[in-house]
């Protein structure tokens, strides 16, 4: 099947870390991506990850990949104001050469 | 600058009235999507093109038309636009290269009255 499930809104207070749970129901996902959107803007790429490795990090940005549970998470360190926005987390499914987003989460970073 | 454009960034229309949302990209993309965000659902696939004059459904087509008649355009036509049409879209493009990154527009919220 094609689903891609998050949880719809995350609240975290400034400084400490989040983390954005993904779950996705194809395995022939190569590709898996972390988008966000800021407010009244398009979505951007913020980190990606090949379906053959475990984990990426990038900065303040850790991406983990579970494949035995189709669990994908984004960890972010030392979270910041700026970090408030919607995070969607998308899957490649390259036998029907599709993008499949999930619904997306509201990260809210309060001081 | 490399980037996705979209116009009108913001419509209010009535029902039945044809509408055209321009998307075009300069970065020699040949592929090319468009998408609707509705809350709660993310984004669904309206339709999408592989290259010029191939144009294919996405997972939501009903209610909307496209051409591809050029590498930079992708237009996306209402015909006779209804309430539940009222959404935010995007269109996006990508060379399908390397990690496959899609790159978005900056939206189209439309309001169908």
């Known amino acids: 099947g094609e689903d891609v499930e998050q949880s719809l809104f995350l609240s975290v207070r400034e400084g400490d870390s989040s983390v954005i749970n993904c779950t996705y129901t194809?395995?022939?996902?190569?590709?898996l991506y972390w988008y966000k959107q800021e407010p009244g803007a398009g979505l951007q790429l913020l980190t990606y990850?090949?379906?053959?490795?475990d984990m990426k990090q990038d900065q303040r940005l850790t991406v983990l990949l579970n494949k035995k549970d189709k669990h994908l998470s984004l960890r972010i360190a030392d979270t910041q104001t700026g970090d408030s926005a919607i995070y969607f987390c998308?899957?490649?499914?390259?036998?029907?050469?599709?993008?499949?987003f999930g619904t997306g989460t509201r990260l809210q970073v309060f001081p | 600058e490399a980037q996705v454009t979209q116009n009108p960034r913001y419509l209010i229309t009535v029902t039945g009235k044809k509408l055209t949302v321009t998307c075009s990209q300069n970065?020699?993309?040949?592929?090319m999507s468009w998408y609707r965000q509705d809350p709660g659902l993310g984004l669904r696939q309206i339709y999408y093109?592989?290259?010029?004059?191939?144009?294919d459904k996405g997972d939501v087509p009903e209610g909307y038309k496209v051409s591809r008649k050029e590498k930079r355009n992708f237009p996306l036509i209402l015909e006779s636009p209804s309430p539940n049409q009222t959404s935010l879209y995007f269109c996006?493009?990508?060379?399908?290269?390397?990690?496959?990154?899609?790159?978005f527009g900056e939206g189209s919220r439309l309001t169908v009255l």
């Open positions: 996006a493009s990508s060379d399908r290269e390397n990690t496959g990154e899609l790159f």
């Open positions: 194809d395995s022939s996902s190569t590709y």
């Open positions: 990850i090949f379906s053959n490795m």
């Open positions: 998308a899957e490649f499914l390259y036998n029907t050469d599709k993008l499949i």
């Open positions: 970065m020699n993309h040949e592929y």
């Open positions: 093109s592989m290259n010029v004059e191939v144009t």
